[in-house]
Structures are given as C-alpha cells and as structure tokens.
Nanobody
C-alpha cells in the first residue's frame, strides 16, 4: 500500500517562504512522477507543480512560476515544494500526489496524501 505524508505547512506572513515535504512509502519512489496540488476554501483543487521520475522534467501552474520550485530526492523517498514570496492567495491545503504510469500530469494521479495547511497572512 502506498502512503504519502505531507509536512511543512504553517502560518506565515506575505513575502515569507515555506518548504513542504512529502514522504512516500510502500513502493519504489523512483517509479512515480509526483505532483503538488492545492485547494482553497470554497474552491476546486488545482494543479501547482509536477516533477518526473528522474527530475528531468518539471511543470508549474502559471500562478506559481518563478516563486515555487518542485524537487525530489529519490534516496529519501521525498518530494519537496519550495515556496517563496508567498501571497495571501496562496492560502490553501496543499496535497502531494503520485502517478505510477506515464510522465508528469496536471490532472491524473493514482495516490494522494492527506494534505498540509498553508496560511499566508497579509
């Protein structure tokens, strides 16, 4: 059984930085493409960033490009989301997701974590 556990969320001020982590267990981590999504209150879940198995390819939503960076450490079974210059509109629950087949995707993932809350105050 695959498990994804996010950590690193919290309450910060606008302009601050946070690094989210997602540790994956249950299967060989390097076989998964990984993604980060977020869901704000009253809104649908939206794609944030994705990274391929070997880290050779990344993809970002337009609203985070230049501020967020996705990375992974296959030796630690962990994917990261470095978030800089945070804005109040980045407030949401952030989820990591794992995709077993194919390359990176903005929509289709097989496994999901429980989420970690990020709150950005103005």
């Amino acid at each position: 059984q695959v498990q994804l556990v996010e950590s690193g969320g919290g309450l910060v001020q606008a302009g601050d930085s946070l690094r989210l982590s997602c540790e994956v267990s249950g299967r060989t981590f390097s076989t998964y493409a990984m993604g980060w999504f977020r869901q704000a209150p009253g809104k649908e879940r939206e794609f944030v960033a994705a990274i391929s198995r070997s880290s050779s390819t990344t993809s970002y939503a337009a609203f985070v490009k230049g501020r967020f960076t996705i990375s992974r450490n296959n030796a630690k079974n962990t994917v990261y989301l470095q978030m800089n210059s945070l804005k109040p509109e980045d407030t949401a629950v952030y989820y990591c997701a794992a995709r077993l087949s194919g390359g990176i995707s903005t929509t289709s993932y097989d496994y999901w974590g429980q989420g970690t809350q990020v709150t950005v105050s103005s």
